[in-house]
């Protein structure tokens, strides 16, 4: 079974900065693009940042300037650093991964971590 478990996140005042990170763990073969989603309440689920295996990375332009997402191949981990936090930026946020298990999970699935609550304050 596979699974992404985020870590990070919580309260910090506007201008301030958080780290989210998310590993995913379990029978794994291969684990193409991670990235990260948010979601505000009363809003749709949105793209914030994704990264690829070779590294080829895509922003929200809300977020491009601002925010750096990375990923350790090695430790199947992804990061999202997030600079210059504005009061918009509060939501949830999500990880995300296309990840290929093995065995009888020897498919290219979609996962989902459980969500992190990021909150910034003016």
């Known amino acids: 079974q596979v699974q992404l478990v985020e870590s990070g996140g919580g309260l910090v005042q506007a201008g301030g900065s958080l780290r989210v990170s998310c590993a995913a763990s379990g029978s794994i073969s291969s684990i193409y693009t991670m990235g990260w989603y948010r979601q505000a309440p009363g809003k749709q689920r949105e793209l914030v940042a994704e990264?690829?295996?070779?590294?080829?990375?895509n922003y929200a332009e809300s977020v491009k300037g601002r925010f750096a997402i990375s990923r350790d191949n090695a430790k199947n981990t992804v990061y999202l650093q997030m600079n210059n936090l504005k009061p918009e930026d509060t939501a949830v946020y999500y990880c995300h991964a296309e990840i290929r298990g093995v065995g009888s999970a020897s498919y290219r699935g979609s996962y989902w971590g459980q969500g992190t609550q990021v909150t910034v304050s003016s």
């Open positions: 990264v690829t295996y070779g590294g080829t990375t």
